[in-house]
């Protein structure tokens, strides 16, 4: 069965430093890996996915096959990056997907 | 324009209640439906799942059922809560054969 593990509960770094969520994952298949983010009041929404191996909000992330991994991975946090992360693989019944516990990120200023 | 509605917010129910969760989507047809749980200290939990009308696939044997009576709604519900139904309750949809996925709002459920 497929799993994805954020080691992390809470983690929390100074404004300017850099930051990096962790994410480990298990899976048979071919992984197809997400990063999802909830800001205070706000709805789950995508941050970014491993397919598109894009950087968005000065995020990237980078499919590690060898180490089953998907760490997020910012250089210089700012206040606005304090959220709840969620990693997830996607792999469930109908293409749903398996989430990590998430981590809770505290950008001080 | 696609969007997710999800209601209530919150609840309280005493245990031995029951539930009924309603989720509607708005500016799709035939989305993949999901609800998600997350119990205290656990990751988001993928509960059931439907891919139609009436057709509902559970991915965890628990005290919850599911229903889809038309496209864009999505029902969970329980005769009888337990204490540890207690939780977060995420709805969300997926276009049919397609990558990505739209959330709702949650609804935080207390069971007491």
């Known amino acids: 069965a497929q799993r994805v593990t954020q080691p992390e509960k809470l983690l929390s770094v100074f404004k300017g430093a850099p930051v990096e969520l962790k994410c480990n994952y298990s899976y048979s298949g071919s992984p197809e890996l997400f990063w999802y983010v909830q800001y205070s009041r706000q709805r789950l929404q995508l941050l970014l996915r491993h397919i598109s191996r894009e950087s968005i909000k000065g995020f990237t992330a980078d499919l590690n096959k060898g180490e089953t991994s998907f760490h997020l991975k910012k250089p210089f946090a700012q206040e606005e990056d304090s959220a709840m992360y969620y990693c997830a693989l996607r792999g469930g019944g109908a293409d749903g997907l398996t989430f990590g516990k998430g981590t809770h990120l505290i950008i001080q200023p | 324009s696609q969007t997710i509605h999800q209601w209530p917010a919150t609840l309280v129910q005493p245990v031995g209640s029951p539930l009924s969760l309603e989720c509607t989507v708005e500016?799709?047809?035939?989305?993949?439906l999901y609800w998600y749980r997350q119990a205290a200290g656990r990751g988001l939990q993928l509960l059931f799942y439907s891919v139609g009308i009436g057709q509902i696939s559970s991915e965890v044997p628990q005290n919850l059922s599911a229903s889809r009576p038309q496209d864009r709604q999505f029902i969970l519900s329980s005769k009888k809560l337990l204490l540890s139904d207690s939780g977060f309750y995420l709805c969300?949809?997926?276009?049919?054969?397609?990558?990505?996925?739209?959330f709702g709002s949650g609804t935080r459920l207390t069971v007491v």
């Open positions: 969300a949809w997926s276009p049919t054969g397609q990558r990505g996925y739209t």
């Open positions: 500016g799709t047809s035939n989305p993949n």
